[in-house]
């Protein structure tokens, strides 16, 4: 439940103002009242400092392309791409995408009440006229247009999806790996190897039982460890001429994680306007304390 939320902190936010006021009228008391609308002020002061927080980071960040992108928090713009070829599938539609955010709900007295949510944590890529960067979405706030939602009786699904080819918008932590930076262990990967091979027997006696009498001799082991040891050299030459390899994640000091396939006028624009929202909601929970306080109720 929590992985679900993380990424959506307003609706948060305004779910819990919602249940708040709903327990205030409930209980009636003024004294309730006073303690919900000073927790409503804080609540709204940390939604108008997030708010503003974004809105700033999208409009003050300069643009970056992915392969000349200095090393720390960046903006970059290019259309999502499969990491590695690999799509995922959408839980209930079955579309082919490269993230998706899903819901669940279940219609009881006529509400509408949540059973199940998630999203899935598989990278994805940005490419743009210089290169391609892995985005890691763990941690990130969303943002997406392709939004649907499905009725099934008493069951309501909705999904949010980002598609291959969409125009894509990310801010986060830019880090890029060369093959030089790469730490390899020779002698933990041959060890490794050899236990997958070991593993397998039959496989196992084919290629190494060479006088064929069902046993490996410490001479047949011997030559073993010579051909896991040409083999992890081999792999270890292959990673070593890779190319400079570009991650984008959520940075470690909180600074606003972002990735939608909206327009960065379009995104600084909604959270400078949910700031303004955040404000006038505080400036009513003060009020609404002041009167309360004012009347000695």
Known sequence: MFRAWRGRFFV??????????????????PLAWKVILMALAVLNLMGWLAALRIARAINDTPTSRVASAAQGYVELHGHARPHQGQQLMTPFSQLPCLWYRFKTERRTNDRWEQVESGESLAPFDLEDASGRCTIEPAGAHIQTTHKETRNDGEWR?????????????????????????????????????????????????????????????????TLARLAARREIARQHRELRTQATRHHLSKPADRRP?????????????????????????????????????????
């Open 12 to 29: 948060f936010l305004f779910f819990i103002q919602a249940a708040l006021v709903g327990l205030a009228f409930n209980l009636g008391m």
């Open 157 to 221: 699904h909705t999904e949010e999806v980002l598609l291959k080819g969409d125009r894509l918008y990310a801010l986060g932590a830019f880090r890029s790996v060369s093959a030089h930076d790469l730490v390899l262990d020779a002698r933990r990967e041959e060890g490794e190897l050899l236990a997958e091979w070991k593993a397998d027997r039959d496989e196992l006696h084919r290629r190494f039982d060479l006088d064929g009498d069902g046993d490996i001799s410490p001479r047949e082991w």
């Open 257 to 297: 994680y972002l990735i939608s396939n909206l327009s960065p006028d379009t995104l600084g624009r909604r959270f400078a306007w949910l700031a303004r929202l955040f404000l006038v909601l505080i400036l009513g929970s003060l009020v609404g304390l002041t009167y309360l306080l004012k009347s000695g109720l």
